[in-house]
């Protein structure tokens, strides 16, 4: 009786022995799957299927020389082509230079918008702001007129696009000819589409 009773002992002792192992084993696997695996958000645009993915969460990430596309918020913007109607150039802080039919090229503070960040170097992002900058007090004009870089007249779009082409930054017209959408000019739904932007993110 003595030596089944240690029979027993010593079985439940290895049963009692495997279970702790295999909880423990199955916890440190969870927690190392929790630390090491990069859990990713790729959200995309409100209703967009074509966007390009989001990259990381904006609020407190922006970069100067970064785009702030706005969408149609009246009937008069929803007059321009495209999903966006209003473009905004962030100069930092909470500051941007916008180009609006009232006020022309003036600085402001940022509002709610979805992020484009432009593929090139920090120097011509900041030279692209500068430009911006001296822009200030030029009158409106519209984006069917067509576009320039060097004008006495922007658009919203216009002078986004223009302060990266007077910089050495890359064409970001994505329709930089005739289109039938766009025509001669650079809506801000180009800005956001073009090949050497990016989609960032919104808040």
């Keep these: 009786m003595v030596i089944k009773k240690y029979h027993l002992l010593a079985v439940f002792a290895v049963f009692f022995v495997i279970s702790v192992s ?22 995309s645009p409100a209703a967009d299927t074509d966007e390009k993915p989001a990259t990381s969460a904006v609020s407190g990430n922006l970069q100067v020389g970064d785009i702030i596309c706005q969408r149609a918020s009246d009937k008069k913007g929803a007059l321009i082509p ?27 503070v940022i509002t709610n918008g979805e992020v484009y960040r432009v593929s090139t170097s920090s120097t011509v992002k ?38 990266y082409k007077a910089n050495g930054g890359p064409d970001i017209d994505q329709n930089p000819g005739w289109s039938w959408t766009y025509a001669n000019g650079v809506a801000p739904t180009e800005l956001a589409d073009d090949g050497n932007t990016y989609y960032v993110g919104s808040f």
Excluded at 24 to 34: G, I, P, Y
Excluded at 86 to 103: D, L, M, T, Y
């Design 82 to 108: 495209g999903r966006y109607s209003h473009s905004q150039f962030f100069i930092g802080g909470n500051n941007i230079v916008e180009a609006q039919p009232s006020g022309g090229v003036h600085y402001d």
């Design 126 to 163: 900041n030279n692209a702001v500068n430009w911006a900058k001296t822009q200030v007090g030029k009158p409106y004009d519209y984006w069917l007129v067509s576009k320039q870089v060097y004008g006495s007249s922007y658009y919203c779009s216009e002078l986004i696009w223009a302060a």
């Design 22 to 43: 295999m909880i423990l084993t199955t916890h440190f696997a969870v927690v190392n799957a929790s630390a090491s695996d990069e859990i990713i958000v790729s959200d």
